[in-house]
């Protein structure tokens, strides 16, 4: 957990929330073009919520059933 702490995830997660904003569709030309788009979505969005999906995954190990 001492990773999102850090000054460089912040900054990172900063980046992420950016890209993600300012991510345009208008010059997709192609179907290829948007598959590649949407898997670089995809990716920045599972990204943003890879702190929320590790820490749920830790709660979920550590509580009493």
Known sequence: ??????KGWKQ?????EASID???VD???SEQELMV???QLN???S???LQSVIEQAYEDL???P
């Open 12 to 16: 990172l997660m900063e980046e992420v």
């Open 22 to 24: 300012a991510f345009k």
């Open 62 to 64: 550590t509580s009493d």
């Open 47 to 49: 990204l943003k919520g």
């Open 27 to 29: 010059n997709i030309n």
């Open 1 to 6: 957990f001492e990773l999102f702490a850090t």
């Open 37 to 39: 788009a949407r898997g």
């Open 43 to 45: 990716q920045l969005r």
